[in-house]
């Protein structure tokens, strides 16, 4: 299932791109004061970051980073749509664990073939988001950050076992010293 099917067709005809040297909150300050977007349209602080995100994930940029891209095999296909965190341990490299889900944490990841989008809150409030490229070979996934806030560092690559049973897709791995597993249900 892709998000393209709860958009309006012109919605997702039209693409535009923008690049902000900005902090979220300034853009949506600034959009707001130009009378472009009025406060009721905004569900949240979470949803400009969200739609700057979907933004960055549909674009290709003159010299935007590039992430090693490759055939998406394997469980690639049944990746493709959007998904929402139902749990998430991470054992850091100092033995600190980490273990979380709902309503604390709450994250949507959507995927879309090449390029991933997430969007986490912490206690509803706005925490940290990543957009790149993902590849899937067998059951091996690796996600590459292109554009992120927060503890996310561009570049970086995060790599997974993933297993898919129905609607859970489930993740062990990460990068570097810090190991994660995460639980993904995913959103009808």
Known sequence: MLIDEYLPRWDVRERHQARVAAPPETVHDALVETNLVTPAMIVGRALLPLLLLLGACASTG???????????????????????????????GDGTLLDERAPTVRALKILNGTHYS???????????????RYRVVGDSYAETIELASGRFA????????IRVDGDRWATDGGNGADRIHEVWRRVP
């Open 62 to 92: 003159a010299g935007a980073t590039r992430a090693p891209s490759g055939p998406v095999r394997g469980l690639g296909p049944a990746l493709v749509g959007t998904w929402e965190l139902v749990s998430t341990r991470v054992t850091r």
């Open 118 to 132: 997430l969007v986490t809150l912490r206690n509803g409030v706005f925490a940290r988001a990543a957009t790149g």
């Open 154 to 161: 561009e570049g970086r690559t995060y790599t997974f076992k």
